[in-house]
């Protein structure tokens, strides 16, 4: 009997212990098997799980085991990058790692070639790696390169010293094409940004001041073209630039693709317009947004020569058939020939860029169309006025924020604290209300509506592109990037205020 009550005893504790275990490991299951899984980006979407994230597909696959600590949104990129611990690497939007986290400095993506460059810092040196994101094949393994790439060009610079923040030289540029077949070397060249006809070149690379004259412009073939340029712009027909002349005067022009299209003397120069003409400033100084007291601006053509000579305060590019122009310290409207426009006049600075005009008036801002004429009898407050995609952005008498159409229609009127005029394409506008910010709907028919309810401290990071991220603060403090509907692309990393 007492041995039948001994195993009946032990089988009990044998029972809860079983009982016990399996209520343990039951808890713990449960708990692993609990997912977040954040928003979607093209049939793949990070999920997190105990602390670490992972890939699913759109059927809720696991892609990637959930034993990384940070991935990177994949944007219009087949490819992004992860961190584990504190070592990063890549990975494609399939789930394959096209590059094991073994990375101490960066990994970095460039899609539009294919390539990743990883990169370790031993002893304050920095060693990178050229590596094949379809294959994974090492292409280059050799210390202090820089690699980047455009759309049609892969650099490869060689220095002899490069810390991760500042190379010095002597240098030697690469210039190849995404096969990697070099196309050009350049000696004593840190940098090269193309354009139509060739490069705009930089004797100096990762260098916090670049000062100016340091930029020379060349052909395909590597052939000089200018030097001593101290500022351009590259726009689809070139390289608007200015120089400075061996006489002391300053240069400006355009450089296209059958090299230099014209030349004038100038301090600043604008693309051209919608009549095909470019404005061109003469002074002593090259800020577009400052006044000087021997300030000079007129119109070239397309072979440099002056259409309207440089007699101007300030102007305007000529948008439908007129230009905003400041003479004796009134602005007005002129014609391609540069006779004036109606008798219409005003004192203070207003929008030159879009078809619609805010005129400066005693009772306020009263919109006209380029010939003049009266669009609306609104007035609006003369403090405020900005432009956004092509909208006018005004604020009414009462403070409240409108979006205007090119025919003077008020599309939007609404309280607003702030606005965001760089993040977007005009179709939707960041707006902040109540001190969050929100994605508002500019477009019919879905004008007014919010396309992202304001719930942001801030947005940082946005493009017209609705598959790139945006980085926002949450209301909570939490940051993360989200989507066109502000869903978070993976969980949120706080901050301490």
């Known amino acids: 009997m007492k041995r039948r009550k001994k195993w009946l005893v032990i089988g009990c504790i044998a ?5 016990f275990a399996g209520a343990f490991f039951w808890h713990h299951s449960s708990r692993k098997a609990e997912r977040t899984v954040y928003a979607d980006q093209g049939g793949v979407a990070v999920f997190e799980e105990n602390g670490k994230v992972g890939l699913l597909d759109s059927n809720g696959n696991v892609l990637l085991p959930a034993e990384y600590d940070d991935i990177s949104p994949f944007g219009t990129s087949e490819w992004t990058t992860l961190r584990q611990d504190n070592l990063k690497g890549a990975v494609c939007k399939d789930g394959r790692m096209v590059i094991e986290c073994a990375w101490n400095d960066y990994v970095w993506i460039i899609p539009q070639a294919g390539f990743g460059v990883v990169s370790n810092m031993n002893d304050g040196q920095t060693f990178e790696t050229l590596i094949d994101l379809n294959t994974g094949d090492i292409l280059r393994d050799e210390p202090k390169h820089v690699y980047w790439a455009d759309e049609k060009y892969f650099y490869d610079l060689l220095a002899a ?10 240098y030697r540029l690469v210039i190849c094409d995404l096969s990697l077949n070099p196309l050009l070397i350049l ?3 840190g940098d090269a940004e193309p354009f139509v006809g060739g490069f705009v070149t930089f004797s100096k690379h990762f260098q916090w001041e670049m000062g100016p004259g340091t930029h020379t412009i060349i052909d395909l073939e590597g052939r000089m073209l200018l030097d001593d340029i101290t500022k351009y712009e590259i726009m689809s027909e070139g390289v608007y630039y200015v120089r400075r002349g061996t006489d002391g005067l300053a ?20 693309p051209k317009d919608d009549a095909g003409l470019c404005r061109v400033y003469q002074g002593a100084g090259a800020s577009s947004w400052s006044q000087h007291e021997n300030s000079c601006y007129g119109y070239v053509d397309g072979t440099g020569e002056w259409v309207i000579e440089p007699k101007y305060e ?4 000529f948008v439908c058939g007129s230009a905003v122009v400041r003479e004796d310290g009134h602005y007005h409207l002129i014609d ?6 109606n008798d219409l006049e005003w004192s203070r600075k207003t929008c030159m860029t879009l078809p619609v005009v805010p005129v400066d008036t005693e009772e306020g801002l009263k919109l006209v169309d380029r010939n003049g004429s009266p669009l609306s009898e609104e007035v609006f407050d003369p403090s405020f006025q900005d432009t956004y995609g092509e909208l006018l952005l005004l604020r009414d008498m009462a403070g409240h924020l409108c979006a205007i159409e090119m025919d003077g229609t008020v599309l939007l009127r609404m309280d607003a604290e702030d606005q965001e005029t760089d993040m977007g394409d005009g179709s939707a506008i960041w707006i902040k ?26 947005v940082y990071k946005y493009s017209a592109n609705k598959e790139e991220p945006v980085y926002a603060t949450f209301e909570d403090g939490g940051k993360a990037y989200i989507d066109a509907k502000g869903n978070p692309y993976g969980p949120l990393i706080y901050t301490v205020d």
Not at 161 to 170: T, V
């Open 15 to 19: 029972i809860v212990c079983l009982l």
């Open 161 to 170: 010293y490069y810390d991760g923040w500042e190379s010095s030289g002597p």
């Open 433 to 458: 209300t109540g001190g969050l910010w929100g994605l508002m709907e500019l477009r019919e028919p879905l004008t007014g509506q919010w396309r992202i309810s304001p719930r942001f401290r801030w």
């Open 336 to 341: 391609p020939n540069g006779c004036r426009i």
């Open 314 to 317: 300030d102007i305007g590019p």
């Open 187 to 189: 000696d004593d060249i």
């Open 251 to 270: 240069y400006c022009g355009l450089v296209d693709k059958d090299g230099v299209a014209f030349e004038v003397e100038g301090t600043q120069i604008w």
